[in-house]
């Protein structure tokens, strides 16, 4: 099946299950179809909504200019947190369970921040970070994983420039940094990051590039240190 809709298409997204799609258009819309293609339903916002996230039983989170937006499965806006304070807000990846979203926000003055908020809608933590490349999550939520350049280096678009991968869990806690890495620098350019399902492999896309690292020692010493973490605090 295809569907005609009133702009370009920005963005999908479907259920693990196959059985929900939702789509972003340009005309300003959330489309949501069943995987026969029906129109479940359709919500019109006053401005464009960027890159479509769907939970296990059907919610939908996005964002756009000044907020983010989610809606149940029957098209009902669950929770937004409209602010003034952000130019753009965009939920970039969500826990496999939708208990947590991280986004990649620029408040005013185009500052780029990551922002983790649980289910309802409450913000956990915000952290500014030197990087245009979208933070992701964990499926299992174990951890958060933000790209950041060293712009000390005053860099060159198409030059290396050192990228550093910092995890964080779920409360804003560096849990650790990895040693220095090299992509190439374009100013204008955004990225994103992605999680394999197991945790143990970051995909990678920025500039004209795509890279891919094994995370499996990473995943260990951060499984290794969740462990002593909770029979400390038994």
């Known amino acids: 099946w295809k569907y005609r809709t009133g702009g370009w298409v920005n963005s999908v997204a ?17 489309y949501f179809f069943d995987k026969n293609g029906n129109l479940l339903w359709k919500y019109e916002q006053n401005t464009t909504l960027w890159n479509m996230l769907l939970t296990n039983d059907g919610h939908v989170i996005t964002g756009g200019k000044e ?11 669950v929770w937004s947190n409209n ?5 753009i807000i965009v ?10 979203i991280v986004a990649f926000a620029m408040l005013r003055g185009y500052i780029p921040y990551i922002c983790i908020f649980d289910k309802k809608g409450d913000l956990l933590w915000k952290e500014e970070c030197a990087s245009l490349i979208f933070p992701a999550i964990a499926p299992n939520g174990a951890y958060i994983v933000v790209p950041n350049f ?8 198409d030059y ?13 806690n560096l849990i650790l940094r990895t040693p220095v890495v090299y992509v190439n620098w374009e100013r204008e350019a955004f990225g994103s990051v992605s999680i394999s399902p197991d945790g143990e492999h970051i995909a990678m896309g920025y500039h004209n590039k795509i890279y891919l690292f094994n995370a499996k020692k990473l995943v260990d010493i951060i499984n290794q240190m969740n462990s002593i973490e909770s029979q400390i605090n038994r």
Request: no cysteine; glycine share 10%; hydrophobic share 25%.
């Open 14 to 30: 479907i259920t693990p299950d196959g059985n929900y799609i939702v789509a972003g258009s340009w005309d300003n819309n959330v």
């Open 67 to 77: 907020g983010i937006y989610v809606f149940d499965n029957e098209g009902n806006l």
């Open 83 to 87: 602010s003034k304070e952000y130019e």
């Open 91 to 100: 939920p970039t990846s969500i826990t496999s369970d939708g208990e947590y």
């Open 150 to 157: 060293n712009l000390n280096q005053k860099p060159l678009n």
């Open 160 to 172: 290396p420039i050192e990228v550093r991968f910092s995890f964080y869990d779920t409360h804003g």
